[in-house]
């Protein structure tokens, strides 16, 4: 490593590592920015300010994060396992789903600074983590067909060219070397979108006149709403963003044999736990720290820390730059879905990759936790919207989603029906 954790390199390198880890944070945030924004709002100005907020929460919970909380050079970017619990609970409103994410985060902020985190996390055994990792890509492919079949005039067009895009963006992994690998997304959107607008034609980006006044009232949620039933399934949803920090924390800390590790779990579980509750009182989806750090680190030899504090810098300084977030909210939807696709096979490929490495699948009843916890997931995602409406309504927000649903199944089945006695 030419710099470690605890360096802080010269100013002029400092910048440019904090470009290239900007460079890679960018994807992730407008992919999710752009598509829960067109969930939740139709006017293009509501949709630029969500994205906004999106890039002010991300850039700060990063300096936060590397400065005081897990200590590590992480890229962190909004949660895709909030946008399952965001898209199951898009009937009970903008502030009942914000509010529920505030309290799921105060619940992780209270796991990890109370100490009872260690004790929950023996609840995560390899089985369940594997499941956990399998069930996103599985339980956001509704959302993901919404984006690829947009344009029903388009129908198969947009099938081969999702599929085009896919291809391309699995070569580039694949040729590419270093940073420039690590920037795959990024060209994706690029290409694909400029490829698109070359076959169609170029959207008319308007230009978003916000004023002060409409922007400061509007920079927090004005009121909030708490549903039981939401927050009960949301709180699920945040038992597996735990899974994820986890993960990240512990894979780059591993990497560079950090000390104090538990203490870097606990600030860095916390931290983001705080941050959610910030994000969901700003209105936006909460956010955790992605695993492909380690590539990153591993690509430019640089570990250090500090770097990320210009990266996190200039993610808050384009949520001033309302025109140019502008220009993102006319992404076309084809390129996000395909997008989803690719980043989601990743996700399926780390479940994957874990079930054989930690031995999760041993014989037939372990096979049987994981594979009918998918199953009842993938029947709720595809239930008729009809048998969703007759589910009573204060437990519809846990009974109609398939994530919430695959996890109670995998946790029945794992620590009640196939329980393995200690030995």
């Not at 919970?61 to 898009?90: K, M």
């Not at 699995?170 to 690029?190: D, P, Q």
């Not at 994957?352 to 041993?362: H, L, P």
Request: glycine residues 8%; aromatic residues 10%.
């Amino acid at each position: 490593m030419k710099y470690k954790l605890d360096d802080r390199p010269p100013m002029l390198a400092s910048l440019l590592y904090g470009l290239q880890w900007w460079i890679v944070s960018l994807p992730c945030i407008i992919i999710m920015g752009t598509v829960i924004g067109k969930m939740h709002f139709t006017e293009v100005a509501d949709q630029t300010l969500y994205m906004q907020k999106l890039f002010a929460v991300t850039g700060f919970t990063t300096i936060i994060q590397v400065l005081w909380g897990h200590r590590l050079p992480l890229v962190i970017g909004p949660a895709s396992i909030l946008l399952i619990g965001i898209t199951a609970s898009l009937s009970a409103g903008v502030s009942v789903i914000y509010t529920s994410i505030i309290v799921g985060g105060l619940f992780i902020a209270l796991l990890a600074f109370s100490g009872l985190l260690s004790k929950v996390r023996s609840v995560f055994t390899e089985r369940v983590v594997t499941t956990i990792l399998i069930l996103i890509p599985f339980t956001v492919m509704p959302t993901i067909v919404g984006l690829v079949f947009d344009n029903e005039n388009h129908t198969l067009f947009n099938f081969f060219y999702a599929f085009a895009l896919i291809i391309l963006l699995l070569l580039c992994n694949k040729w590419l070397k270093g940073v420039w690998k690590s920037t795959t997304v990024l060209w994706g959107i690029i290409i694909g979108s400029l490829a698109y607008f070359c076959i169609f034609q170029f959207p008319d980006i308007g230009s978003i006149d916000h004023s002060k006044e409409s922007v400061l009232n509007s920079i927090f949620m004005s009121s909030f709403s708490f549903d039981a039933g939401t927050i009960l399934a949301f709180i699920f949803c945040f038992f597996a963003l735990i899974v994820n920090e986890l993960g990240s924390i512990e894979s780059v800390g591993q990497m560079l044999k950090a000390e104090g590790m538990e203490r870097r779990i606990k600030y860095g579980v916390g931290i983001s736990g705080l941050s959610s509750m910030l994000s969901g009182s700003m209105g936006v989806i909460g956010s955790v720290d992605y695993s492909m750090s380690t590539g990153v680190i591993s690509s430019t030899g640089c570990a250090s820390r500090y770097t990320l504090v210009p990266a996190g810098i200039g993610l808050m300084l384009c949520a001033l730059l309302p025109q140019a977030v502008n220009m993102l909210n006319h992404i076309p939807s084809i390129v996000m879905g395909a997008l989803f696709i690719y980043l989601m096979a990743g996700q399926l490929s780390s479940g994957f990759v874990m079930m054989m490495n930690e031995k999760a699948v041993m014989g037939y009843n372990d096979g049987i936790v994981i594979g009918l916890s998918i199953m009842i997931a993938i029947l709720v995602s595809i239930a008729p919207e009809s048998a969703i409406a007759q589910i009573p309504d204060l437990v519809r927000p846990i009974l109609g989603n398939s994530f919430v649903m695959g996890v109670i199944t995998v946790m029945l089945l794992e620590h009640v029906i196939f329980r393995k006695k200690k030995v």
